[in-house]
């Protein structure tokens, strides 16, 4: 089975977890988009909080009610993606620059689950490059202060996200710098460590969010807990 039909099975499991008059948070990313397609084909009486711009045109476009956060008073459910999962459903989050709105909407839920084709699922956090959602005034000191704190921590400066037009930013006008590691040894000291930066934002260490996983593999979903 290819990771993107992984993807599509553990979308297409999650949205079975959704029931009628839910608020749902809608995840961003290409598992999160097999998410909302099959929720939306499901064609519940929802009203879903998008994680970003993306999803909620992807949302729109396929007819699911939206709604602010701001305008709820919780989430019942999130379903969103990930860049890895380690133990205990610790988790790397923001390759698609979403991570701040993908925490507050994951931190205002009563259940979060995160959806993911099998290679995702890792023995440690940090293969995959840490996203930091730094704002735009100054970045470049702020950077500097990341990669003080990353040789504290072992690991190698951070580099600014690029894309093919420029600098990268987020829905939220900030910039993103992603920390290369290979094993984050100590993820929640770094995590803290990362919040007392001056022009950092937030991070996609999601610690202690997750209640379940759903994992499609070539067995099917397999579903992991905490
Ligand atoms: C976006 C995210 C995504 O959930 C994460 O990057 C996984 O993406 P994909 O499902 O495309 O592999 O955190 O900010």
Redesign the pocket.
């Known amino acids: 089975m290819s990771a993107d039909d992984q993807?599509r099975i553990s979308g297409e499991a999650a949205a079975q977890l959704v029931e009628p008059g839910m608020v749902v948070g809608l995840?961003?990313?290409?598992?999160?988009a097999w998410f909302v397609k099959a929720l939306a084909a499901r064609k519940l009486d929802i009203r879903g909080v998008p994680t970003s711009e993306a999803t909620a045109n992807l949302a729109r476009d396929l007819g699911i009610p939206l709604t602010a956060l701001d305008d709820v008073k919780s989430i019942d459910l999130t379903v969103?993606?990930?860049?890895e999962v380690g133990p205990g459903l610790s988790l790397i989050?923001?390759?698609?620059?979403?991570?701040l709105r993908?925490k507050l909407v994951w931190e205002a839920s009563k259940r979060c689950v995160v959806i993911?084709d099998a290679a995702k699922k890792v023995d440690h956090l940090g293969k995959f490059p840490l996203p930091i959602e730094v704002v735009r005034f100054g970045h470049v000191h702020t950077g500097h202060r990341l990669a003080d704190i990353a040789a504290e921590f072992d690991l190698l400066p951070p580099r600014l996200r690029m894309a093919e037009r420029g600098v990268v930013v987020t829905d939220g006008g900030n910039v993103i710098y992603d920390l290369p590691s290979g094993v984050i040894a100590e993820p929640a000291a770094l995590a803290a460590a990362l919040k007392t930066v001056t022009g950092v934002v937030d991070h996609?260490l999601f610690l202690d969010l997750a209640d379940e996983a759903l994992l499609g593999t070539d067995q099917g979903v397999v579903k992991l807990v905490p």
């Open positions: 993807k995840g961003t990313g290409s598992t999160a969103d993606g990930a860049d989050k923001g390759g698609g620059a979403a991570l993908e993911a996609g």
